[in-house]
């Protein structure tokens, strides 16, 4: 059936006949939209998902195997040379 004809009338992708673009099913061979619709875009959001984890993952242990790291994952500065000039005044002194 064509859209064009009627606007609220969508295409059955099983059966080919006109069905209302608000109904759940098909009301002649009982095709379920919503179960088509969940599948479609369900795996699409666990493979998007899925890839985000894996690249938040790699710039986490990329970050951490950089030696900059205290291993809590804490960031910290590499040592200053100012504790070893105290430690030589004192000595002096």
């Known amino acids: 059936m064509d859209n064009k004809t009627n606007p609220e009338l969508i ?14 099913w098909c ?3 009982g095709c379920n939209f ?13 493979l ?9 993952g790699l710039i986490i242990l990329a970050l951490d195997s950089s030696g900059k790291s205290n291993g809590d994952g804490d960031f910290v500065a590499p040592p200053s040379a100012e504790p070893s000039t105290m430690i030589e005044q004192e000595e002096i002194k």
């Open 34 to 46: 919503m179960q088509r619709f969940i599948c479609k875009y369900f795996w699409w959001a666990v």
């Open 11 to 24: 295409v059955c992708p099983s059966c080919s006949n006109g069905v209302s673009k608000y109904a759940v």
């Open 48 to 56: 998007t998902l899925a890839i985000i984890a894996i690249v938040y």
């Open 27 to 29: 009301p002649t061979c």
